[in-house]
T-cell receptor, first 115, second 111 residues
Framework: EAGVAQSPRYKIIEKRQSVAFWCNPI?????LYWYQQILGQGPKLLIQ????????DSQLPKDRFSAERLKGVDSTLKIQPAKLEDSAVYLC?????????????FGEGSWLTVV | KQEVTQIPAALSVPEGENLVLNCSFT??????LQWFRQDPGKGLTSLLL?????REQTSGRLNASLDKSSGRSTLYIAASQPGDSATYLC??????????FGAGTILRVKS
Protein backbone atom coordinates (compact mmCIF):
# COMPACT_ATOMS: atom_id res chain seq x y z
CA GLU A 1 0.00 0.00 0.00
CA ALA A 2 1.44 3.36 -1.01
CA GLY A 3 1.88 5.88 1.78
CA VAL A 4 1.04 9.57 1.96
CA ALA A 5 2.93 11.41 -0.77
CA GLN A 6 4.08 15.00 -0.44
CA SER A 7 5.93 17.39 -2.71
CA PRO A 8 8.15 19.27 -2.88
CA ARG A 9 10.25 17.85 -0.07
CA TYR A 10 12.31 20.99 0.34
CA LYS A 11 11.71 24.61 -0.56
CA ILE A 12 13.63 27.81 0.13
CA ILE A 13 11.89 31.12 -0.62
CA GLU A 14 12.29 34.75 0.27
CA LYS A 15 9.84 36.45 2.59
CA ARG A 16 6.76 37.83 0.89
CA GLN A 17 6.99 35.18 -1.84
CA SER A 18 4.40 32.44 -2.23
CA VAL A 19 4.72 28.67 -2.02
CA ALA A 20 2.42 25.70 -2.52
CA PHE A 21 2.66 22.18 -1.16
CA TRP A 22 0.86 19.16 -2.55
CA CYS A 23 -0.34 16.04 -0.78
CA ASN A 24 -1.77 12.78 -2.05
CA PRO A 25 -3.27 10.69 0.76
CA ILE A 26 -3.50 6.94 1.03
CA UNK A 27 -6.06 5.64 -1.45
CA UNK A 28 -9.54 5.55 0.02
CA UNK A 29 -8.76 7.72 3.03
CA UNK A 30 -11.57 10.20 3.56
CA UNK A 31 -9.85 12.39 6.14
CA LEU A 32 -6.83 14.53 5.31
CA TYR A 33 -4.83 16.75 7.66
CA TRP A 34 -2.18 19.43 7.30
CA TYR A 35 0.10 19.94 10.30
CA GLN A 36 2.81 22.56 10.83
CA GLN A 37 5.88 21.56 12.83
CA ILE A 38 8.27 24.32 13.85
CA LEU A 39 11.75 23.20 14.87
CA GLY A 40 11.77 21.97 18.46
CA GLN A 41 7.98 21.80 18.74
CA GLY A 42 5.34 19.17 18.19
CA PRO A 43 3.15 19.29 15.08
CA LYS A 44 0.17 21.64 15.20
CA LEU A 45 -3.00 21.03 13.19
CA LEU A 46 -3.62 23.66 10.53
CA ILE A 47 -6.61 22.17 8.75
CA GLN A 48 -8.61 18.95 8.62
CA UNK A 49 -10.72 17.83 5.66
CA UNK A 50 -13.40 15.17 5.56
CA UNK A 51 -13.71 14.28 1.87
CA UNK A 52 -13.63 17.76 0.31
CA UNK A 53 -15.23 19.61 3.23
CA UNK A 54 -13.36 21.46 5.98
CA UNK A 55 -13.86 20.01 9.46
CA UNK A 56 -11.44 22.15 11.46
CA ASP A 57 -9.39 25.15 10.34
CA SER A 58 -9.40 27.02 13.63
CA GLN A 59 -5.59 27.30 13.73
CA LEU A 60 -5.04 28.17 10.09
CA PRO A 61 -3.76 31.76 9.63
CA LYS A 62 -6.34 32.58 7.00
CA ASP A 63 -4.81 35.92 6.06
CA ARG A 64 -1.90 34.10 4.43
CA PHE A 65 -2.62 30.37 4.39
CA SER A 66 -5.15 28.60 2.23
CA ALA A 67 -5.87 24.96 1.53
CA GLU A 68 -8.15 23.05 -0.75
CA ARG A 69 -9.04 19.46 -1.41
CA LEU A 70 -10.77 19.26 -4.72
CA LYS A 71 -12.67 16.05 -5.50
CA GLY A 72 -11.91 14.75 -2.03
CA VAL A 73 -8.55 13.22 -2.95
CA ASP A 74 -5.32 15.21 -3.10
CA SER A 75 -4.82 18.56 -1.44
CA THR A 76 -2.80 21.75 -1.81
CA LEU A 77 -1.63 24.06 0.96
CA LYS A 78 -0.60 27.56 -0.09
CA ILE A 79 1.20 30.32 1.78
CA GLN A 80 1.06 33.83 0.38
CA PRO A 81 2.89 35.99 1.35
CA ALA A 82 5.36 33.97 3.41
CA LYS A 83 6.89 35.27 6.63
CA LEU A 84 10.10 34.23 8.34
CA GLU A 85 8.10 32.50 11.08
CA ASP A 86 6.52 30.19 8.50
CA SER A 87 9.80 28.28 8.32
CA ALA A 88 8.75 24.78 9.37
CA VAL A 89 8.00 21.33 8.09
CA TYR A 90 4.49 20.89 6.74
CA LEU A 91 3.17 17.40 7.35
CA CYS A 92 0.26 15.90 5.51
CA UNK A 93 -1.59 12.97 7.04
CA UNK A 94 -4.62 10.85 6.28
CA UNK A 95 -6.96 8.40 7.96
CA UNK A 96 -9.69 6.15 6.73
CA UNK A 97 -12.70 7.40 8.66
CA UNK A 98 -13.66 10.32 10.82
CA UNK A 99 -14.40 7.92 13.58
CA UNK A 100 -13.16 6.67 16.84
CA UNK A 101 -9.48 5.99 17.18
CA UNK A 102 -8.41 5.48 13.59
CA UNK A 103 -4.70 5.34 12.88
CA UNK A 104 -3.40 8.48 11.21
CA UNK A 105 -0.63 8.02 8.64
CA PHE A 106 1.88 10.78 7.99
CA GLY A 107 3.87 11.71 4.93
CA GLU A 108 7.56 12.61 5.13
CA GLY A 109 6.84 16.31 5.12
CA SER A 110 7.66 19.39 3.07
CA TRP A 111 10.47 21.45 4.59
CA LEU A 112 10.11 25.20 4.12
CA THR A 113 12.80 27.76 4.80
CA VAL A 114 11.85 31.42 4.46
CA VAL A 115 14.84 33.79 4.21
CA LYS B 1 -7.88 23.61 25.44
CA GLN B 2 -5.89 20.36 25.43
CA GLU B 3 -2.23 20.65 26.35
CA VAL B 4 0.28 17.82 26.10
CA THR B 5 3.57 17.93 27.98
CA GLN B 6 6.52 15.59 27.58
CA ILE B 7 9.30 15.07 30.08
CA PRO B 8 12.25 15.02 29.73
CA ALA B 9 12.88 17.23 26.72
CA ALA B 10 16.09 15.33 26.00
CA LEU B 11 17.68 12.15 27.26
CA SER B 12 21.05 10.53 26.69
CA VAL B 13 21.66 6.98 27.85
CA PRO B 14 24.24 4.24 27.27
CA GLU B 15 23.27 1.31 25.12
CA GLY B 16 21.42 -1.44 26.95
CA GLU B 17 19.66 0.73 29.49
CA ASN B 18 15.94 0.57 30.09
CA LEU B 19 14.28 3.98 29.93
CA VAL B 20 10.98 5.73 30.48
CA LEU B 21 9.53 8.68 28.60
CA ASN B 22 6.68 10.60 30.20
CA CYS B 23 3.66 12.31 28.71
CA SER B 24 0.85 14.20 30.44
CA PHE B 25 -2.34 15.75 29.07
CA THR B 26 -4.88 18.12 30.57
CA UNK B 27 -8.22 16.91 29.16
CA UNK B 28 -9.20 13.26 29.58
CA UNK B 29 -11.90 13.41 26.87
CA UNK B 30 -9.82 11.53 24.32
CA UNK B 31 -10.28 8.65 21.92
CA UNK B 32 -6.77 7.36 22.35
CA LEU B 33 -3.15 8.23 22.94
CA GLN B 34 -0.43 7.54 20.42
CA TRP B 35 3.34 7.45 20.54
CA PHE B 36 5.26 8.38 17.40
CA ARG B 37 8.88 8.26 16.42
CA GLN B 38 10.48 10.95 14.25
CA ASP B 39 13.91 10.56 12.71
CA PRO B 40 15.80 13.65 11.49
CA GLY B 41 14.42 14.87 8.18
CA LYS B 42 11.63 12.32 8.23
CA GLY B 43 7.92 12.20 8.91
CA LEU B 44 6.22 10.48 11.83
CA THR B 45 6.08 6.75 12.37
CA SER B 46 3.34 5.42 14.63
CA LEU B 47 4.75 3.17 17.37
CA LEU B 48 1.85 2.39 19.66
CA LEU B 49 -1.80 3.38 19.93
CA UNK B 50 -3.66 2.94 23.22
CA UNK B 51 -7.44 3.25 23.11
CA UNK B 52 -9.00 5.24 25.94
CA UNK B 53 -10.46 2.05 27.42
CA UNK B 54 -7.09 0.29 27.50
CA ARG B 55 -4.31 0.47 30.06
CA GLU B 56 -1.31 -0.52 27.98
CA GLN B 57 0.03 -1.71 24.65
CA THR B 58 3.21 -3.60 23.83
CA SER B 59 5.25 -3.94 20.66
CA GLY B 60 8.59 -5.69 20.87
CA ARG B 61 10.80 -3.77 23.28
CA LEU B 62 8.26 -0.97 23.62
CA ASN B 63 5.52 -0.78 26.22
CA ALA B 64 3.15 2.14 26.59
CA SER B 65 0.76 2.68 29.47
CA LEU B 66 -2.20 5.01 29.83
CA ASP B 67 -3.81 6.35 32.98
CA LYS B 68 -6.62 8.40 31.52
CA SER B 69 -8.00 9.59 34.85
CA SER B 70 -4.71 11.16 35.88
CA GLY B 71 -3.85 12.32 32.35
CA ARG B 72 -0.60 10.41 32.09
CA SER B 73 1.17 8.00 29.78
CA THR B 74 4.60 6.44 29.80
CA LEU B 75 6.63 4.85 27.05
CA TYR B 76 9.02 2.20 28.31
CA ILE B 77 11.91 1.14 26.07
CA ALA B 78 13.74 -1.99 27.15
CA ALA B 79 17.39 -2.71 26.38
CA SER B 80 17.91 0.48 24.37
CA GLN B 81 19.97 0.40 21.17
CA PRO B 82 21.70 3.16 19.16
CA GLY B 83 19.05 2.66 16.49
CA ASP B 84 16.44 3.87 18.98
CA SER B 85 17.94 7.37 18.80
CA ALA B 86 15.19 9.67 17.55
CA THR B 87 12.56 12.13 18.75
CA TYR B 88 9.58 10.51 20.44
CA LEU B 89 6.28 12.34 20.26
CA CYS B 90 3.18 11.72 22.33
CA UNK B 91 -0.20 12.73 20.92
CA UNK B 92 -3.78 12.48 22.16
CA UNK B 93 -6.58 11.99 19.67
CA UNK B 94 -9.57 14.14 20.53
CA UNK B 95 -13.16 13.63 19.46
CA UNK B 96 -13.17 14.56 15.77
CA UNK B 97 -9.89 12.71 15.22
CA UNK B 98 -7.67 15.75 15.79
CA UNK B 99 -4.25 14.89 17.19
CA UNK B 100 -2.71 17.20 19.80
CA PHE B 101 1.02 16.69 20.18
CA GLY B 102 3.59 17.26 22.85
CA ALA B 103 6.92 18.88 21.97
CA GLY B 104 8.73 15.56 22.05
CA THR B 105 11.64 13.90 23.83
CA ILE B 106 14.94 13.75 21.97
CA LEU B 107 16.57 10.42 22.76
CA ARG B 108 20.20 9.58 22.16
CA VAL B 109 21.47 6.09 22.85
CA LYS B 110 25.24 5.93 23.00
CA SER B 111 27.14 2.84 21.88
Amino acid sequence: EAGVAQSPRYKIIEKRQSVAFWCNPISGHATLYWYQQILGQGPKLLIQFQNNGVVDDSQLPKDRFSAERLKGVDSTLKIQPAKLEDSAVYLCASSSLRGRGNTIYFGEGSWLTVV
Amino acid sequence: KQEVTQIPAALSVPEGENLVLNCSFTDSAIYNLQWFRQDPGKGLTSLLLIQSSQREQTSGRLNASLDKSSGRSTLYIAASQPGDSATYLCAVQEYGNKLVFGAGTILRVKS
